[in-house]
């Protein structure tokens, strides 16, 4: 670990750290495989013990290949099945991202020496959608590749964003549907990709730059920066008719919450039809298919699920448990051991068929009565 300089912005002080995430042999202790600069009271948060990563799929499931005008791009070396692991990554450097200041440039560069040399050759071999005219190299590359990555908050300073600089993750390019999901994890100071659907060897596996969400204009306009207009199967849409229905879709996407039944009062309430929930969800998977955001699919499918053991439908339950086991095997492994448990026990479900026994009591109460129909005249 060292210090040599420090940059003042505001009350903030940025300092250059060096931090050892490196097996390549290289690092000593102003060399590593990851050079930072710093809000100086970070630092001291970041004296932990390094978790573990999972392990790197080996052999690797993707190649960098060439993808034409966007020119390298990921793609995938097999056929790879949805909620797999894609890779692991660990930064090369971390720079503050909405920092607007006129050291900004040397700060930046100052980082490189402090990259070991194996670390460095990937950098700089990263795209750099910036003219080294108007932006010096790291943050010309920082500016085309970083993701945002979160570090711990000190109590006495405001928040700070920060962008992590990686030497894989960062070459899968944009799309506007998805089928891969990037995951920050301080504890092991590396992200994960996964993917979000089956991936056919050979097809270019995505990543998202800005929100996805968003109507086709405002993702294009927002993607400028980064030098290019998106072309991706969701944005090169034949006429006006077809944005409309594409924008109209994302924006139901993210309103859903507020626009339609949900499951806790729904689970409750027998004056509601039975199906509710799953007609609801299904109508969301299909524009999530559609539109390809399948980063957005698992609530919905846990929904499902979760309806299915209401109605104590047992062949539903297990089917649509396992595709969030699936799912979620890999990036969110307390969430998939939830819905292994219940399929190995579907009444361990708390309100396993509760509507189902609610339906039967209400029959139950509906004896025949006798009436008097008779014409009071
Ligand atoms: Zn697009």
Redesign the pocket.
């Known amino acids: 670990m060292g210090e040599t300089t420090s940059w003042t912005n505001g009350t903030q002080k940025f300092v250059l750290h060096n931090t050892s995430i490196s097996d390549n042999g290289e690092a000593s202790s102003t060399v590593t495989a990851c050079a930072m600069l710093l809000d100086a009271p970070v630092i001291p948060l970041l004296s932990w013990t390094l978790q573990a990563h999972p392990p790197r799929p080996d052999p690797p499931v993707f190649v960098v290949a060439d993808a034409g005008s966007k020119g390298a791009g990921m793609f995938a070396a097999r056929d790879i099945p949805a909620g797999a692991l894609i890779l692991v990554d660990q930064p090369i450097a971390v720079v503050p991202s909405n920092v607007i200041s006129p050291w900004k440039r040397e700060a930046f560069d100052a980082l490189l020496p402090r990259i070991s040399r194996f670390s460095r050759d990937s950098l700089l071999a990263l795209a750099n959608c910036k003219p080294l005219s108007e932006h010096p190299v790291v943050e010309g590359i920082a500016l085309t590749n970083a993701i945002q990555i979160d570090l711990p908050v000190p109590l006495t300073t405001a928040p700070q964003e920060y962008g992590g600089i990686f030497p894989n993750v960062s070459r899968a390019n ?3 549907g998805l089928d891969a999901a990037v995951k920050w994890d301080l504890a092991s100071f590396s992200v994960t990709m996964y993917s979000l659907r089956a991936v056919r060897a050979g097809e270019e596996i995505h990543n998202q730059y800005i929100d996805v969400l968003a109507p ?1 204009a405002v ?1 294009r306009s927002e993607l400028v920066r980064y030098g290019f207009e ?3 199967p ?2 090169d849409l034949p006429d006006a008719a077809a944005v409309a229905r594409s924008d109209a879709a994302r924006e139901e996407l993210r309103n859903w919450r507020h626009l339609h039944p949900r499951f806790l009062p729904w689970s409750t309430d027998i004056c509601r039809p039975d199906d509710t929930i799953i007609v609801s969800n299904l109508r969301a998977l299909e524009l999530i298919e559609q539109e390809g955001l399948y980063g957005l699919q698992v609530p919905f499918i846990e929904e499902i699920a979760m309806s299915y053991a209401v109605l104590g439908d047992e062949l539903q339950f297990r089917d649509w448990a396992q595709k969030v086991v699936d799912l979620c095997a890999g990036q969110d492994p307390e969430r998939a051991r939830k819905f292994a448990g219940w399929i190995a026990d579907p009444r361990s479900y708390k309100q396993w068929g509760w509507r189902a026994k609610q339906r039967q009591l209400l029959d139950k109460q509906k004896e025949p009565v006798d009436l008097d129909i008779s014409i009071p005249w």
């Open positions: 944009h799309s506007c086709r993702r998106c072309m991706c969701h944005c």
